[in-house]
């Protein structure tokens, strides 16, 4: 039996952030051996985070990335069992690792696919690397969604970050010229209405494309609640409630939060006018840290 050093252990730990007994007892399965010991760990690390992933994972964290050339960008969320867990080191560079992979890897659309990808920079699939994740930080560790934006023609990609990461906007701008596409105001205009999607949580960017059961699911909401008023008045009152309730969930009808006399539609059409060529947003993505959870 081969003697088991500190330094070996201390060694063992700084390769595989296991803790100090674990290590120790690795290096004496493995009967010093380093690598082999980390092997040890690492099947050892991988049942028990099968174990816990099992459990709710609320907490977390939002990250983006968005290239130099405001090209292409990805939003990420990272789910985790409590808020302390969320702020450690270990699990923001566990995000900051994931969203280096994304943009440097082949450009998957599952969650599946990204798990079986070879992990940039490290040993197995990104599977293997969050389960080593869960084992290092002792609590549940999950991947539920990602968006991956490139630009189509001109235009730009932009994110925002709310609340130390509770909340993340990923969005594309278009316009019609390269120059525009460099212009700063412009620029500006996408960066105000990524804080506004934060802060306002619109479903859509136009009537178009609300969903045909959110809808109904709103008239029912006001049939009923104005159930003992005549037919034809309960007919022209609901008009204009859908409208209201279109104008709170459709990104340019809303008002402006910096501005709410304006609507996005507005602050587009200005811009526009100002720049000579449209200004549309083409699409965005919001998440709220543990909406999957819910």
């Known amino acids: 039996m081969a003697e088991i050093t500190a330094k070996m252990v201390k060694e063992l730990r700084d390769k595989t952030n296991a803790g100090m007994m674990d290590c120790k007892a690795a290096l004496a399965e493995a009967n010093g051996d380093m690598e082999e010991a980390a092997t040890v760990l690492r099947k050892k690390g991988i049942a028990s985070a099968d174990k816990k992933s099992s459990r709710a994972a609320k907490e977390g964290l939002i990250a983006s990335r968005i290239d130099s050339e405001s090209k292409s960008g990805t939003l990420l969320e990272v789910n985790c069992e409590t ?6 080191e270990n699990f923001q560079n566990s995000v900051e690792a994931l969203l280096n992979h994304i943009a440097e890897s082949d450009k998957v659309e599952t969650t599946e696919e990204l798990f079986a990808q070879p992990m940039v920079g490290g040993d197995g699939t990104v599977q293997d690397f969050i389960k080593l994740k869960i084992t290092e930080m002792g609590e549940n560790m999950v991947v539920p969604r990602f968006a ?14 709310h609340m130390q990461g509770k909340v993340g906007v990923l969005i594309e701008a278009g316009c019609a010229s390269a120059a525009v596409a460099q212009n700063e105001s412009f620029r500006s205009l996408v960066k105000d209405i990524t804080l506004h999607i934060a802060a306002s949580s619109p479903v859509c960017i136009t009537r178009d494309e609300v969903p045909s059961e959110l809808v109904a699911k709103e008239e029912e909401i006001f049939r009923e609640q104005m159930k003992d008023k005549p037919a034809n008045v309960i007919d022209k ?13 459709c990104l340019l009808e809303q008002g402006f939060v910096k501005d709410p006399d304006k609507t996005i539609a507005d602050l ?17 993505t919001r998440y709220a840290v543990g909406e999957t959870a819910e």
């Open 148 to 161: 991956n934006y490139s630009v189509d023609g001109e235009g730009v990609v932009a994110s925002y970050i």
């Open 237 to 249: 009152i609901l008009v204009g409630k859908i409208d209201k309730y279109y104008s709170g969930v």
């Open 268 to 284: 587009l059409k200005e811009k526009g006018a100002e720049l000579g060529e449209e200004i549309t947003v083409r699409r965005f």
């Open 83 to 88: 808020d302390f867990v969320a702020k450690n």
